[in-house]
């Protein structure tokens, strides 16, 4: 069966067409970062209306490229939360409008569960249980995924997400926004030890905490005033989210006795985060997978996966279902 897969949630205008569960035939991402930059973030009426422009050619560009037409369409799954509510309802408009005329299934998808399902993108053999560790410009995450939708949550940031952590200091650097991939490329060539910044570990709990490392570089850089080679101060940054992501993620895998770590959402696409992991985990014998960086950032083939098994099965969410700004993902540990 072919799903279509929309998601608007952010600022990413995407439409896949995925088969067998995990097969990608097209994955059309529009961004809209350029258009966002000049604010320094995403605003959120400017994103809706980009997403009502772009929302029909981008599901046409998804279905030309898997060689499919409507016709061929055996279900659709859109993100409906969490996420902006004014992005989403094009999205999910666009999705019902197409399930009721071509009369299939359609499944509402939660985002989170999207970024979780994207490892299956990587690897399809992938098996439960497996250590999800889910960082993105809203959310971090870690949690134990036991089987399909049975997740438990065992730690997630207290304040900021790590993408804001980066998309934030980057801004506090004087870089463009998005910064998170700003930043991965200069650590590229700067030195990780040039600055120590904190790595707020919240004692032996698996939360995260970067609002402290924000205000540790706005500090800096004002009294720094320029001194520093801004490749030395994106080094040093990446390297103080990098540390206290690998070490609890490790550190949790070991604890749950679980020998498969799989990262998604956008700072999974961080080369340094990439290479730490992958280290960090093959010492400790630990598998580690990280999807190919258009799968780790926002797209709608992962949603697609999401909700594949439940619309093959024949399962429909009811065409009246709603849009959320938040919802729950995981249950806490008990
Ligand atoms: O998953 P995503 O595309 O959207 C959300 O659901 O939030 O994640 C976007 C976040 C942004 O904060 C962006 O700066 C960050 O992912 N990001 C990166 C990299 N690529 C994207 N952060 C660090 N290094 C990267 N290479
Ligand atoms: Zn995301």
């Not at 730690?155 to 506090?172: I, Q």
Request: glycine content about 10%; hydrophobic content about 45%; charged content about 20%.
């Amino acid at each position: 069966m072919n799903v279509l897969g929309i998601e608007t949630s952010c600022d990413e205008t995407s439409a896949a067409v995925v088969t067998g569960g995990y097969r990608v035939l097209s994955s059309i991402v529009a961004s809209q970062a350029d258009l966002h930059a000049r604010w320094g973030g995403v605003v959120p009426e400017v994103a809706s209306r980009k997403h009502v422009e772009r929302i029909l050619p981008v599901i046409h560009e998804a279905l030309d490229g898997a060689g499919v037409t409507f016709g061929d369409i055996g279900g659709i799954a859109v993100t409906n939360r969490p996420g902006l509510v004014g992005a989403l309802l094009v999205g999910v408009s666009a999705a019902k409008a197409l399930a009721f005329a071509l009369k299939t299934p359609i499944a509402a998808v939660h985002h989170l569960e999207g970024h979780l399902v994207s490892g299956f993108l990587a690897r399809p053999d992938l098996a439960f249980p497996f250590l999800s560790l889910i960082v993105s410009g809203g959310h971090t995450e870690l949690a134990i995924a036991h089987g399909a939708g049975n997740l438990q949550s065992i730690g997630r940031t207290v304040d900021d997400a790590a993408g804001e952590c980066f998309d934030k200091c980057a801004r506090l650097m004087g870089l463009p926004y998005p910064g998170g991939p700003v930043v991965d490329r200069l650590a590229e060539r700067g030195d990780p030890k040039a600055v120590v910044f904190p790595r707020a570990m919240s004692g032996d709990s698996y939360n995260f905490s970067f609002s402290g490392l924000k205000t540790s570089v706005m500090r800096f850089m004002e009294a720094d005033s320029g001194k520093t080679p801004v490749s030395d101060v994106a080094a040093s940054l990446q390297a103080a989210i990098v540390d206290v992501l690998v070490s609890k993620t490790v550190r949790a895998a070991m604890e749950f006795g679980i020998r498969t770590v799989c990262i998604s959402g956008g700072v999974a696409a961080n080369s340094g985060l990439a290479l730490e992991m992958a280290r960090a985990c093959s010492k400790a014998g630990i598998d580690s997978i990280i999807p190919a960086p258009e799968y780790c950032t926002d797209n709608a083939a992962m949603i697609a996966a999401a909700a594949y098994d439940r619309l093959s099965a024949g399962y429909s969410d009811p065409l009246d279902f709603d849009t959320f700004a938040s919802a729950p993902f995981a249950q806490n540990r008990e």
